[in-house]
């Protein structure tokens, strides 16, 4: 019976310093991209409803105080209403009357954290512009934290339909 004990015990010890590890492995590949822009968007066919646009960041800052300059940005923005806040899960929701957009930050370590924006798009809205990525850049610019678009991956491997 004290064998299985020791056994559970060191099982235990195991999993709980492992999560620590992975844990850590995960700070460090995220401090490796730390200001870098990605995009992800889908263009709205005609007749076909939205397609949508999202860009996230990993900051070198608080998650509270992320979250508090987007705050801020939005309030003062002119083009953009807050039309809905959720300080408890640092999310905001946006609109300027066509489009609707969710903000998110999300904490990933005490320093570091992620700022992810997705928007829905409408036939109409002209291609290449984002209004995620030029968000996301609003809230680094606001915070005096360089960042910068990442480059599409050189082997084409996205296709559209």
């Known amino acids: ?28 590949v995220a401090r490796k991209a730390v200001g870098v822009v990605r995009q992800m968007a889908g263009e709205a066919e005609k007749g076909q409803g939205s397609g949508y646009d999202s860009a996230t960041v990993i900051l070198n ?7 508090r300059k987007a705050v801020e940005v939005i309030k003062a923005s002119t083009e953009f209403r807050l039309t809905r806040q959720t300080d408890s899960t640092l999310t905001l ?17 005490e320093g570091l954290s992620q700022l ?10 002209e291609s290449g512009s984002s209004l995620a990525v ?28």
Request: aromatic share 4%; hydrophobic share 45%.
């Open 1 to 28: 019976m004290r064998g299985v004990s020791r056994y559970i015990a060191m099982v235990l010890v195991v999993l709980l310093s492992s999560t620590g590890v992975a844990q850590a492995q995960w700070v460090f």
């Open 93 to 109: 929701e946006i609109s300027d009357g066509k489009r609707v957009a969710g903000l998110q930050v999300t904490p990933i370590d």
């Open 61 to 67: 800052a608080p998650a509270e105080n992320v979250y």
């Open 134 to 161: 030029k968000g996301v850049l609003r809230v680094c610019n606001e915070m005096a934290v360089q960042c910068s678009a990442a480059t599409p991956p050189a082997n084409g491997t996205a296709k559209q339909n």
């Open 116 to 125: 992810l924006i997705v928007s829905n798009t409408t036939p109409s809205q």
